[in-house]
């Protein structure tokens, strides 16, 4: 139990670091939403959207690649460097590229008057994928209060230049003064070159990390990390197209492309309400890598990873009904005009826990060399999305992309659980999943229930509380060995 408290400890300073920053970073959307119309709000979606396929192509399985065979290299730094060297490579040549190609490229994504935005993003995520393997060593070397301090800094760059584009350069506009980089009209791509600005920021605040690429490149290394790590692009490929297409296809796909925009920018807002669900599960990505190659040799490791399942799943399940129950408050950091898409919250929130599960699941292929079998998994849920949203967009747009992403999740879910029980088996306890869940869903429809009874806040807020205190007693009675993690 200690080594799991261990990764607690680690995923709550990632987490508090990441939550705080995000947090901070998060309070930009109501901004946003209130300057921006939802077609414009919905452009940045999409724009975004096109950043989460590029990564992925950009670090072709290196972080992962990087964990694995410094774990079983003896922490060999010529690792690091090589996989590094190979990154600056490509960024390079994707940010010269991309630059040289920018207009052709805003033609293909439908703005073509605006191929500004494709050279911010070229950099923004070239310069992005240089620090990705810098980030890495530093949690591999379990030093996650640096990890935490610059990606804060990095936060906190974007939102001050985002209120200085936004806010201060108007007003002193208004008051006759010229601000540098402000042209006299606020728009989208203030939101753009607030992240380039910040992206720039970060790469002298890791040199100390980069200072490692000069142990030298070791082809032989490259060529065994290039392989295992290949079949990753796929499934992280796949894994964006679950993500961040539905997105981009709503655009395309809805019949009504103006109206298509303003849906995009809708299911964006709202889908920024699930925001502690996505925190969580991306502080625990942060730490629980790492963990679980570290742990890949002890004797007690799949008890373990059960374990650390059974924890996961109940506080996922807790920041649920943190956000449905109280959907009333958390509604409030987008603007009235997006209300609209309230209802996909809940799904959305579902969808990503079960995401969640399948990144604990997901551990056997990765411990076991069979990413192969995992880029199927990843491809198969890529199916799912694409079938789905191009059935459902044109019929019921945004709403139909929600579903599209809980059936897909679902459904990776699954097959990596049956998939994980013969290559790899670990003994989850499946009934806590279905009790625990089945528990929630419970106490989220009797909240819905009741919120359509009581009209005062006041009340209404206490019933919400008495029932996650409901949930939160169930949890710590049926898991008696959560006590001992206090206890140590």
Not at 366 to 385: E, H, P, Q, V
């Amino acid at each position: 139990m200690s080594t799991i408290r261990k990764l607690a400890g680690q995923t709550a300073v990632y987490g508090l670091s990441t939550i705080l920053g995000r947090f901070l970073n998060y309070l930009l959307v109501p901004l946003h939403t209130a300057l921006f119309s939802k077609a414009d709000f919905g452009t940045i979606a999409e724009m975004y959207g096109y950043v989460s396929f590029l990564n992925v192509v950009l670090m072709y399985g290196m972080e992962t690649a990087y964990f694995r065979f410094s774990n079983s290299n003896k922490n060999n730094p010529r690792i690091f460097s090589t996989a590094l060297i190979s990154i600056l490579v490509t960024s390079i040549i994707f940010m010269v590229g991309t630059v040289l190609f920018a207009h052709p490229i805003a033609n293909l994504i439908r703005y073509p008057e605006h191929a500004e935005y494709i050279i911010y993003f070229a950099l923004i995520i070239g310069l992005d994928a240089l620090t990705f393997l810098p980030f890495a060593l530093l949690r591999q070397q379990n030093k996650p209060l640096k990890f935490a301090l610059v990606k804060n800094i990095n936060i906190f760059s974007n939102i001050l230049f985002n209120l200085y584009f936004l806010m201060l350069c108007p007003y002193l506009q208004n008051k006759g003064i010229e601000m540098p980089l402000f042209n006299g009209q606020v728009g989208i791509k203030y939101v753009f070159i607030s992240n380039l600005i910040a992206s720039i920021i970060t790469i002298p605040l890791l040199l100390v990390e980069f200072k490692n690429i000069k142990l030298g490149f070791d082809k032989m290394i490259w060529k065994q990390m290039i392989i295992y790590g290949a079949p990753l692009i796929i499934v992280g490929f796949a894994g964006m197209i679950n993500e961040t297409l539905d997105r981009v296809l709503i655009k395309y796909l809805y019949p009504d492309a103006h109206l298509a925009n303003e849906m995009n920018g809708v299911y964006a807002a709202n889908y920024k309400l699930s925001i502690l669900m996505t925190l969580f599960i991306q502080a625990f990505k942060f730490a629980a890598e790492p963990f679980f190659f570290s742990h890949s040799k002890s004797s007690d490791k799949r008890t373990i990873y059960a374990v650390v399942m059974d924890y996961f799943i109940i506080i996922c399940l807790f920041l649920f009904l943190v956000v449905t129950l109280f959907i009333d408050f958390f509604k409030h950091f987008i603007d009235a005009k997006f209300y609209e898409g309230l209802h996909v919250v809940p799904i959305l929130l579902l969808a990503n826990m079960f995401l969640g599960i399948y990144y604990n699941l997901s551990i056997w292929y990765k411990l076991s060399d069979n990413n192969k079998k995992g880029a199927n998994i990843s491809l198969m849920g890529a199916g799912i999305t694409l079938l789905l949203n191009f059935i459902w967009i044109p019929v019921y747009g945004y709403t139909g992309s929600a579903w599209a992403t809980f059936i897909c999740y679902f459904s990776m879910m699954v097959v990596c659980y049956l998939m994980g029980k013969k290559y790899y088996p670990i003994e989850y306890n499946i009934g806590k999943f279905f009790g625990y869940t089945l528990t929630a869903i419970a106490i989220f429809f009797i909240g819905k229930l009741l919120s359509g009874i009581f009209t005062d806040a006041i009340i209404l807020y206490s019933i919400n509380i008495l029932l996650l205190i409901l949930f939160i007693t169930i949890a710590f009675i049926v898991e008696k060995r959560f006590k001992t993690i206090f206890n140590h």
